[in-house]
Nanobody, 125 residues
Framework: QVQLVESGGGLVQAGGSLRLSCAAS????????MGWFRQAPGKEREFVAA????????YYADFVKGRFTISRDNAKNTVYLQMNSLKPEDTAVYYC??????????????????WGQGTQVTVSS
Protein backbone atom coordinates (compact mmCIF):
# COMPACT_ATOMS: atom_id res chain seq x y z
CA GLN A 1 0.00 0.00 0.00
CA VAL A 2 1.05 3.54 -0.74
CA GLN A 3 -0.57 6.56 0.85
CA LEU A 4 -0.44 9.82 -1.05
CA VAL A 5 -1.20 13.25 0.37
CA GLU A 6 -1.31 16.34 -1.83
CA SER A 7 -0.79 19.89 -0.64
CA GLY A 8 -0.12 23.33 -2.04
CA GLY A 9 -3.37 24.07 -3.79
CA GLY A 10 -5.20 27.34 -3.39
CA LEU A 11 -6.52 30.45 -5.07
CA VAL A 12 -4.26 32.37 -7.41
CA GLN A 13 -4.72 35.04 -10.04
CA ALA A 14 -4.18 34.31 -13.69
CA GLY A 15 -0.49 34.46 -14.53
CA GLY A 16 0.49 33.39 -11.03
CA SER A 17 2.24 30.28 -9.79
CA LEU A 18 1.66 27.44 -7.37
CA ARG A 19 3.72 24.44 -6.38
CA LEU A 20 1.88 21.26 -5.53
CA SER A 21 3.49 18.59 -3.40
CA CYS A 22 2.56 14.97 -2.98
CA ALA A 23 4.03 13.13 -0.02
CA ALA A 24 4.10 9.36 -0.18
CA SER A 25 4.29 6.84 2.61
CA UNK A 26 4.16 3.09 2.72
CA UNK A 27 6.05 1.07 0.18
CA UNK A 28 9.27 2.24 -1.43
CA UNK A 29 8.56 5.49 -3.23
CA UNK A 30 11.28 4.96 -5.82
CA UNK A 31 9.48 1.81 -6.96
CA UNK A 32 6.78 3.90 -8.58
CA UNK A 33 6.28 6.16 -11.51
CA MET A 34 4.32 9.18 -10.38
CA GLY A 35 1.71 11.21 -12.16
CA TRP A 36 -0.45 14.27 -11.74
CA PHE A 37 -4.00 14.36 -13.04
CA ARG A 38 -6.74 16.92 -12.73
CA GLN A 39 -10.50 17.02 -12.85
CA ALA A 40 -12.61 20.09 -13.40
CA PRO A 41 -16.34 20.19 -12.56
CA GLY A 42 -18.35 18.32 -15.15
CA LYS A 43 -15.26 17.00 -16.90
CA GLU A 44 -13.38 13.74 -16.89
CA ARG A 45 -10.11 13.29 -15.08
CA GLU A 46 -7.23 14.17 -17.40
CA PHE A 47 -3.51 13.57 -17.48
CA VAL A 48 -1.27 16.50 -16.60
CA ALA A 49 2.28 15.19 -16.11
CA ALA A 50 4.25 12.11 -15.12
CA UNK A 51 7.76 11.21 -14.09
CA UNK A 52 9.62 7.93 -14.14
CA UNK A 53 10.91 6.36 -10.94
CA UNK A 54 14.44 7.63 -11.63
CA UNK A 55 13.30 11.14 -12.48
CA UNK A 56 15.14 10.93 -15.79
CA UNK A 57 12.03 10.94 -17.98
CA UNK A 58 9.09 13.28 -17.77
CA TYR A 59 5.88 13.57 -19.74
CA TYR A 60 3.43 16.41 -20.13
CA ALA A 61 0.03 17.07 -21.57
CA ASP A 62 0.24 19.52 -24.45
CA PHE A 63 -1.80 22.12 -22.61
CA VAL A 64 0.80 22.44 -19.81
CA LYS A 65 4.04 22.14 -21.75
CA GLY A 66 6.31 25.06 -21.01
CA ARG A 67 4.25 26.11 -17.99
CA PHE A 68 4.30 23.14 -15.59
CA THR A 69 7.27 21.14 -14.35
CA ILE A 70 7.11 17.80 -12.59
CA SER A 71 9.97 16.68 -10.35
CA ARG A 72 10.57 14.22 -7.55
CA ASP A 73 12.83 13.80 -4.57
CA ASN A 74 13.09 10.12 -3.76
CA ALA A 75 14.96 10.86 -0.54
CA LYS A 76 11.94 12.83 0.67
CA ASN A 77 9.32 10.52 -0.86
CA THR A 78 7.78 13.53 -2.56
CA VAL A 79 6.74 14.51 -6.06
CA TYR A 80 6.15 18.11 -7.05
CA LEU A 81 4.26 19.99 -9.71
CA GLN A 82 5.48 23.53 -10.29
CA MET A 83 2.75 25.44 -12.09
CA ASN A 84 3.57 28.77 -13.70
CA SER A 85 1.60 31.12 -15.93
CA LEU A 86 -1.62 29.71 -14.58
CA LYS A 87 -4.82 30.22 -16.54
CA PRO A 88 -8.46 30.12 -15.41
CA GLU A 89 -8.87 26.90 -17.38
CA ASP A 90 -6.31 25.26 -15.08
CA THR A 91 -8.91 25.40 -12.30
CA ALA A 92 -9.51 21.84 -11.11
CA VAL A 93 -8.87 19.37 -8.36
CA TYR A 94 -5.35 18.04 -8.83
CA TYR A 95 -4.51 14.46 -7.91
CA CYS A 96 -1.22 12.69 -7.63
CA UNK A 97 -1.02 8.99 -8.36
CA UNK A 98 1.48 6.13 -8.25
CA UNK A 99 1.95 3.52 -10.95
CA UNK A 100 4.20 0.44 -11.06
CA UNK A 101 7.82 1.25 -11.83
CA UNK A 102 7.90 0.09 -15.45
CA UNK A 103 4.46 1.22 -16.49
CA UNK A 104 4.57 2.01 -20.18
CA UNK A 105 1.56 4.21 -20.77
CA UNK A 106 1.84 6.79 -18.02
CA UNK A 107 -0.87 9.03 -19.47
CA UNK A 108 -3.55 6.44 -18.78
CA UNK A 109 -5.17 6.83 -15.34
CA UNK A 110 -5.99 3.12 -15.34
CA UNK A 111 -2.25 2.42 -15.06
CA UNK A 112 -2.13 3.96 -11.59
CA UNK A 113 -2.73 1.89 -8.50
CA UNK A 114 -2.78 4.54 -5.80
CA TRP A 115 -4.33 8.00 -5.66
CA GLY A 116 -4.27 10.92 -3.30
CA GLN A 117 -7.37 12.74 -2.11
CA GLY A 118 -6.78 15.74 -4.32
CA THR A 119 -6.06 19.42 -3.79
CA GLN A 120 -8.11 22.27 -5.22
CA VAL A 121 -6.49 24.78 -7.53
CA THR A 122 -8.55 27.83 -8.46
CA VAL A 123 -7.26 30.42 -10.91
CA SER A 124 -9.17 33.68 -11.06
CA SER A 125 -9.26 35.86 -14.14
Amino acid sequence: QVQLVESGGGLVQAGGSLRLSCAASGRTFSSYAMGWFRQAPGKEREFVAAIRWSGRSTYYADFVKGRFTISRDNAKNTVYLQMNSLKPEDTAVYYCAAAPKYTIVVVNPDAYDYWGQGTQVTVSS
